[in-house]
């Protein structure tokens, strides 16, 4: 097996075996295994669930589940407190990682230097007589590299969910049917390391931790519809502008349809949109004025608002 996992009982954690930073965990017919510790189990928390797992490049991990108390949870705000100065919307976009309702773009991780080594490696790989001690060897650096990469997107997923419900009460998403887009030609490895679905997964489970509202909305024709007027414009997908010929309201195409997302954020809530609140005071019309947001910025101090 690749990885077993033990349910309620079958194991016990000893912390004070082990120096700092190490740890004991028995398993039942394992026995006890010594563990690079990443950080204490929180006091109020219950282990219910412990995996003993392989990864692809031959090394082991234990995860576990834990279980909290809800009352240690922050509220979440009355929704009736909502409005367009603590509620965001988000376009999930194709030029930037994210476009946010409020003026905010955050860049695309950097990840070409770790794909072009992958190629490499994987060049070396396809060289090597496969079932050889040579052709393992190097499968397990491809699979390094891999693992890179999914670590690089995944914290950099991290560092901008926090931001988000730290930074708003409620955050509106669009429901993608990711299967669907990866199945489009174009620009699919790019929606395979947005990861669009685990991006969503963890803006909920953070929304828990810090008591913000996250709320999928529909996501079928936010970028044709004017998030001023409700006219829906066909617009190819390199068209990057929105211009409405109804009312002449324009802005980016991927802000857009952000204030849209942030629209049917009100509707889905049951709230509806303040009409005293125009598009124009959501988020500037001008692309200039938008607040671009670099990948390593992000990075470099682990949240955007640091």
Known sequence: YRSVTYNQSGFDLDEKRGQDRFAYVR???????????????????????????????????????????????????????????????????????????????????????????????????????????????????????KRRIRRKVLDYQHKITTWLVREYDAVFVEDLDVKGMLKQSHNTRNKQDAAWRQ????????AELYGSHVVQV?????????????????????????SCPSCGFETDRDANAAMNVLQRGFAELGLGWPEDTPMETVTATDTTHFESVSASHVVETGSLGA
């Open 27 to 145: 398993f039942s017919k394992i026995g006890w295994v010594k563990i690079r510790y990443h950080r204490p189990i929180p006091d109020h928390a219950t282990i219910k669930e412990v995996t003993f797992k392989k990864e692809t490049t031959g090394e082991w991990f234990v995860s576990f589940g834990l279980e909290t108390d809800d009352a240690d949870l922050p509220e979440k705000p009355d929704v009736e407190s909502l409005d367009a100065s603590n509620s965001v919307g988000i376009d999930l976009g194709i030029l930037n990682y994210i476009h946010t309702s409020d003026g905010k773009t955050v860049d695309w991780l950097d990840l070409e230097d770790d794909y072009e080594r992958l190629g490499r490696e994987q060049r070396k790989l396809s060289r090597k007589e496969k079932g050889s001690n040579n052709y393992e060897k190097q499968r397990v650096e491809v699979a390094k590299v």
């Open 199 to 206: 991006f969503i997964t963890l803006l909920e489970y953070k």
């Open 218 to 242: 529909e996501a079928q024709g936010t970028s044709k519809e004017c998030a001023s007027c409700g006219m829906e414009t066909a617009k190819p997908i390199w068209v990057r502008e929105h």
